[in-house]
């Protein structure tokens, strides 16, 4: 084989990789960004590897991959310290990709990745590499440089942290009626309306990192919420043209104006209602929000 036949074949094999390369970084990070970055720097890992040498590439570059996300992780944790308000995952649209390379789509929903953040870097990793991509924990071991005993019990133990947060979710028709139902009693300022959609303990969080209009803590409770979202109906919907959207495998609403999304919404919910409100508001998350087709 020429050089340039190693080259071609290195290229290859990163590009076929890459998918799942991103999916385990989004997921660990949470941000499409530092997930790019992340892709980036493995690339340039796989340009100085003697390829040759490696037997499986993807098992390599997934190596590779989360331990820098790992890394990453941990410094993005102090950067969030500076953040104005609740810091949110950034969205990302997946009508093209539900799974966003991996086995499943697990470990992607919006708020799972929120409960992720709960988790310490290597149960994050753990979790993310068993439930999305169905690693064997011996595999799982080799990457986190462990044991496969200690994985299974970085597994157990997110596995118990997210169930300990988390009702059992509707379907995504469901979630999709009680959107709009929100949406319409949001823009009349219905609070009565707004109550009968939300769990008695349901909560609003904002992400803008102080952008104009955005609640920079939690509105909690089911007539403080409603209150809340009652209160700017007169103005903050005026002018706002509703797009469905396709944002983390489940339907979320972008509010757009003149051309331009402005918030992304999104919710979770359960039998006893309306669970959770997502706003995302911040500009630099909303540019991979794109409108359903």
Do not use: C
């Amino acid at each position: 084989m020429t050089g340039m036949d190693e080259i071609d074949g290195a290229t290859r094999a990163f590009e076929h990789a890459r998918p799942r390369l991103f999916g385990i970084a989004y997921r660990m990070l949470g941000s499409v960004a530092d997930a790019e970055d992340i892709v980036q720097d493995a690339w340039i890992r796989w340009q100085t590897t003697a390829h040759e040498e490696v037997r499986e590439p993807t098992a390599f570059l997934t190596t590779v991959t989360t331990r820098l996300a790992i890394n990453a992780l941990q410094s993005a944790r102090v950067r969030r310290e500076t953040y104005i308000g609740p810091w949110l995952p950034e969205p990302i649209s997946t009508e093209g990709d539900p799974a966003l390379g991996a086995e499943s789509a697990a470990a992607l929903q919006y708020a799972l990745l929120i409960l992720l953040e709960r988790l310490t870097p290597a149960e994050r990793a753990a979790y993310v590499l068993r439930e999305a991509f169905d690693y064997p924990y011996d595999l799982i071991a080799e990457i986190l440089e462990s044991t496969p005993v200690a994985a299974r019990q970085l597994v157990s133990r997110a596995r118990k942290h997210v169930a300990e947060g988390r009702r059992a979710p509707v379907g995504v028709t469901a979630q999709r009626r009680l959107l709009e139902a929100f949406l319409s009693a949001a823009q009349r300022g219905d609070t009565g309306a707004l109550e009968q959609l939300f769990a008695a303990e349901v909560v609003s969080r904002t992400d803008g990192n102080g952008v104009k209009l955005a609640a920079r803590t939690p509105v909690v409770g089911r007539s403080r919420v409603a209150t809340f979202i009652a209160a700017f109906s007169s103005h903050f919907w005026t002018g706002k043209h509703i797009d469905w959207v396709v944002i983390n495998g489940q339907p979320a609403a972008a509010l757009r104006q003149d051309g331009v999304v402005t918030t992304l919404l999104t919710l979770t919910a359960s039998e006893a209602g309306i669970d959770q409100l997502f706003w995302v508001m911040s500009p630099d998350k909303l540019r991979h929000v794109a409108p359903a087709r």
